[in-house]
């Protein structure tokens, strides 16, 4: 399979409890994306890599969250001391630089209890 | 004023029907639009670009009309496996290549 992977696909964790999700983007795909999808909602922009760089955050993304792409191919996705809040859906996407198309992963389902 | 807004759904309807799905965005800066399906507890997948020419992919045909930032979507000929929930989707505008999401318009479509 060749598409964006993304891993665990579900997570249950305590409130207050820290979860790191990954990504790994389609090989040749330049730039990375999360967004977070909550129920009812369409999926909402948090940040964007271009190869190890992050260049755009959302103001969703708190100081709670952080992102890293260290050697440009996967992601990881971290969140601290979760709150009930957190629990969304956390998709990744990858895109060619130059190319708009974004292809997205199959989530990761999160629920703080 | 919502960045980018739809129809409210669902909207049910028997096979064989057509069926229209609208989107406004605020951005005037928006230059990549684009409809998205996204299947029960599923990621979103691209179904189409849309262009300012309109375009069509066999059933399914999108317009853009940039002067009253509107986009559509046409359905025709609706099949049981077109039951899904659509984004439409715009460009933040600029060089960011984040996407603006809707919340989707869930379609049903029914024996």
């Known amino acids: 399979d060749t598409g964006v992977s993304q891993d665990p696909r579900h997570k249950i964790t305590k409130r207050g409890q820290n979860v790191t999700f990954r990504c790994d983007p389609i090989?040749?795909?330049?730039?990375l994306y999360w967004y977070r999808q909550t129920l009812g909602q369409g999926p909402e922009f948090l940040t964007y890599?271009?190869?190890?760089?992050?260049?755009?955050k959302s103001r969703l993304l708190s100081d709670r969250f952080s992102a890293e792409r260290p050697k440009g191919s996967f992601s990881t996705l971290e969140i601290q001391r979760t709150e009930q809040g957190d629990s969304a859906m956390y998709l990744c996407?990858?895109?060619?630089?130059?190319?708009?198309?974004?292809?997205f992963g199959p989530g990761t389902r999160l629920l703080v209890l | 004023r919502k960045e980018v807004e739809q129809d409210p759904g669902p909207f049910n309807v028997p096979e064989g029907a057509t069926v229209a799905f609208n989107c406004t965005y605020s951005?005037?800066?928006?230059?990549?639009f684009f409809w998205y399906r996204q299947d029960c507890r599923k990621e979103p997948k691209l179904l189409m670009s849309v262009y300012s020419s309109g375009n069509e992919d066999g059933r399914f045909t999108a317009q853009l009309n940039r002067a009253s930032q509107y986009i559509s979507l046409l359905i025709r000929d609706s099949k049981l496996s077109d039951s899904a929930t659509y984004l439409c989707?715009?460009?933040?505008?600029?060089?960011?290549?984040?996407?603006?999401f809707g919340k989707g318009t869930k379609l049903s479509v029914k024996p």
């Open positions: 951005n005037s800066a928006s230059q990549s």
């Open positions: 890599f271009q190869n190890e760089a992050q260049l755009e």
């Open positions: 996407a990858s895109s060619l630089m130059t190319a708009e198309t974004q292809y």
């Open positions: 989707v715009v460009d933040y505008g600029g060089s960011q290549g984040n996407l603006i």
């Open positions: 090989s040749e795909h330049n730039r």
